[in-house]
């Protein structure tokens, strides 16, 4: 799918923090394993949709020239030594000092043009997270094997934590300071895209999703993602997101489990018991009472764990609010953000392919004046969680 002409989204009304009365900070984060044939590309697009922005390439040991290319195509080049997607985005956190980071990666297949919209929705709305949903008509682009795991590792994470996105699995992704310098990044790989959602929906942070064109690799570059072991490892990061997030439902699961397990294997026991008076089947006992312990040890670390969690979550969103936000008090009043999406500034999905731009956890600010959704295939809003 070619990406609609995008007009360009002025960086004046968004370039001072007035709070602190200097120009608006802008990162631009591209992780890079052998991107030789894409980097300089990313870097150019996002140099001419962002001319004001530090572009940043963190090269993950790549073996090929992809350092070369992005230091001739301008950008800032470090390194990362430990392999991983994960590590690179702590180092990533940890180095740059911005007020407004966009993440993408360095394959190419982002719309560098959605970026100045993203960011004006951040601010605008004191925003930490935009996601970038990807749309394509390509099936090459986006293979099925990964939207079918994409929909559904998006389906678990909804279940538990009440999320709202659309594409959890994104690699364009803009955040506040707020957001990056309270992130914990423990994934290592690919899961991380896993936990930079979780981070945001734990801590309720104000979060939105926009569309985003998403084009297929051009030639020479091959995806760095395996479909089903890094499947596995995202699956198990969230089943310990489940078990460290949320306790009290991981372990009454396990207990209600163990719990109806040492019933059915006592229920005869016990008729036999009342007719005859006799146990014949000593181990089969001992095993349900064992599974029953089991049960109840288990309810009872939820409880203890529930509040191990709570107070945790308390630390965090402390930790989150020490960091300042960016104020848009004095910042010159921008379009109202409907009006730049029906002038085309902002693309949403297509009629045929259309999801709607749906702020996840917005603020009272967001809800106030916020239209009704429109029928399916309409671009609009969807109401915040």
Partial sequence: MKSAAMPAVSDQSFSRDPMKNRPLETAVLIPCYNEEATVARVVDDFRRHLPDARIFV???NSTDRTVERAMAAGAIVRFEPLQGKGNVIRRMFADIEAD?????????TYDAGTAPGMIRLLIDHQLDMVNGARVTDIKEAYRPGHRFGNRMLTGIVAWTFGNRLKDMLSGYRVFSRRYVKSFPSLSSGFETETELTVHALHLRMPVAEIATAYKDRPAGSSSKLSTYKDGIRILWRILN???EERPMAFFSIVAVFFGLSSVGLMAPILKEFIETGLVPRVPTAVLSMSMMIIGFLSFACGLILDTVTQGRSEMKRMRYLDTPAISTSSIPASPPFRE???AGSIPLRP????????????????QQGMPAPEEKGAGGYLSAA
Avoid at 351 to 366: D, K, R
């Fill in 58 to 60: 963190y090269d993950n």
């Fill in 100 to 108: 407004v980071y966009v993440m993408v990666d360095g394959d190419a």
């Fill in 241 to 243: 997101f489940v078990k």
């Fill in 340 to 342: 730049m999406v029906e």
């Fill in 351 to 366: 009629a045929a392919n259309c999801i709607s731009l749906a702020p996840v956890i917005g603020s009272p600010a967001m």
